[in-house]
């Protein structure tokens, strides 16, 4: 299965700390996406990273790409309470036309 | 303007029942999508239209069929209803060359 695997399942911070979260995958890809779930709510885009690409950045997010141990990080800094939230990573493998996501790291950011 | 909609939100039956879940998109989008959500939220796709046809069909039960009347709409027909059923279901779209979806708000289903 091309299945992602998000690590850490959970995750509690404070306000203003940074939050990073680890995806990994099994097969080739074209690109890998992050995509931020609030609870009760659809999935909304936030990021995606090209299978050529090492770093990149949107606004207080950093993704990284390591396409030679087939994994990603996606970097939240100075956390704020709205972006409370479960994270998930989303691959979309070389010819499959398909996005494959990963179950999801439960981000809580307390004041 | 609701970019992705779906309805209903809710939905609770009994077991053995039909239901139909519509989804509509507004974007302009040539691509739409069904998932299923379980309790784990695990996401998984179900099915994907391009221009009204079907791309794919992910080892669905043959209950679930899907319609797509036009482009911007992709509708999910559920036949004889079964516990294991009870997910909460989104719709998404997506445009030409360009991988990221649009994903509306979700349907949660409970079959009892």
């Known amino acids: 299965s091309q299945q992602g695997e998000e690590d850490p399942q959970a995750l509690s911070i404070q306000e203003g700390e940074n939050a990073t979260m680890n995806c990994s995958y099994k097969?080739?890809?074209?690109?890998l996406q992050w995509y931020r779930q609030n609870s009760g709510r659809g999935l909304v885009h936030l990021i995606l990273?090209?299978?050529?690409?090492r770093e990149k950045h949107s606004g207080r997010l950093r993704v990284t790409l390591d396409t030679s141990k087939k994994s990603s990080s996606l970097l939240i800094t100075a956390s704020r309470a709205a972006d409370t939230a479960s994270y998930f990573c989303a691959t979309d493998a070389s010819g499959a036309q398909k996005l494959v996501f990963g179950q999801g790291t439960r981000l809580t950011i307390n004041p | 303007d609701t970019a992705v909609s779906q309805t209903p939100k809710y939905l609770v039956t009994q077991m053995g029942n039909d239901k139909s879940i519509k989804c509509e998109q507004n974007?302009?989008?040539?691509?739409m999508y069904w998932y299923k959500q379980d309790s784990k939220k695990f996401l998984k796709i179900m099915f994907s239209y391009n221009n009204k046809e079907l791309i794919i069909n992910e080892t669905v039960p043959n209950r679930f069929s899907p319609k797509s009347p036009d482009k911007a709409h992709l509708n999910l027909h559920i036949n004889s209803l079964e516990l294991g059923d009870s997910a909460v279901y989104f719709c998404a779209s997506s445009q030409g060359p360009f991988p990221e979806q649009f994903f509306g708000p979700g349907t949660r289903l409970t079959v009892l």
């Open positions: 974007l302009g989008h040539d691509t």
């Open positions: 990273i090209r299978s050529n690409e």
């Open positions: 097969t080739s890809i074209n690109n």
